[in-house]
Structure formats: structure tokens, C-alpha cells
């Protein structure tokens, strides 16, 4: 009987893990340990939306790929410049109304630095913020935000396919 009742056990065990269903599990028959089992272990879609930006102006460019994270931004950014040096790096910051602040972290010249820059969002285009920045150590911020004028780099909202090439050192 025991080896009948051990069998039995064991077979619906097997059965139960090919079984592919949301199975709510209730333990001490309270609503707040019940446990939903997903019907896959396929990975879900990221929730993430990539937004790709450039801007061209004679032999000098800048890329930017942003990324809203559940409210906080993320992304790369390139400065590709002719004949000044170029930075790559990464950014990350919050959106405040139609306001990125962003902290831009990069490399140039042989080391990493911050500088903090904003960009205001007009229809499908970035606008850089210009203002005054005080230097300490390798961090860089504005001095005054609400004296920022948008008259920097435009940058427009370009298709997002291939886009990493763009961040690759040349």
C-alpha cells in the first residue's frame, strides 16, 4: 500500500511541474501569503523604451540614447568633436516636466569626470541647456539652474536600429 501511495505521490509530482497554468498557492489560508507561480520562466519584455537623439553641426556630432527607467533616465551619450576631444559616456538623472536632468558620466582625455547637463524636450527634439558651471575635482554643475537658456546643441529624434555604432570608439 505504501508503495502504491508513494507512486501515486510521485507521478502527480512529475505531472504537476510539466503543467503549465497560474496556480494560486494559498498557505494558512490568508490572502497575504498567497503566491501567484508565473505560467512561463520565459523572460518578460523589458518596460523600457529607448529614444535615440542626434544633432550634426559641420564635422561635429553628439548622440544620445535615453532609456526611462520607471521614472529615472538612463542612457549613453557621445560627444564626437573634429578637432577638440571627444567624450563617451553614460547618463543618468530624472525627468522633471519637460526638463531631463541628467548627470553625464564620461571619459576624456585619459580620465572619467561628472557634469551635470539639462535638456528641455520640445515636441520630438532635445534642446542642451547652457549656463554656468562651477568645476570641483572631476564633477562639474551648474551654478545657478534657473539662470539655464536653451539655446544649446538641437537635437533631433533620429530611429533607434543601429544606433549603438554610433557609440563605438572610432
Known sequence: MKKLFLSALIVSTILSCEKKSNEVVATHESLDSLVVIPETNE??????????????????????????????????MRYKNFEKDSS???VVGSKNGDTLKLVYTFEAEGKTSD?????????????????????????????????????????????CIDFDRNFKDK
Do not use: H, W
Open 115 to 159: 557634469r551635470e547637463i539639462y535638456f528641455l524636450r520640445k515636441g520630438e527634439n532635445l534642446i542642451e541647456g547652457i549656463g554656468e558651471q562651477k568645476v570641483d575635482g572631476s564633477k562639474s554643475n551648474y551654478t545657478n539652474p534657473s539662470k539655464i537658456k536653451y539655446s544649446g546643441n538641437t537635437l533631433k529624434q533620429v530611429d
Open 43 to 76: 523572460p518578460r519584455e523589458s518596460s523600457t523604451l529607448q529614444t535615440c537623439y542626434m544633432e550634426a553641426t559641420n564635422k561635429d556630432s553628439v548622440f544620445v540614447s535615453l532609456e526611462d527607467n520607471l521614472g529615472t533616465i538612463i542612457g549613453k
Open 88 to 90: 563617451i559616456g553614460d
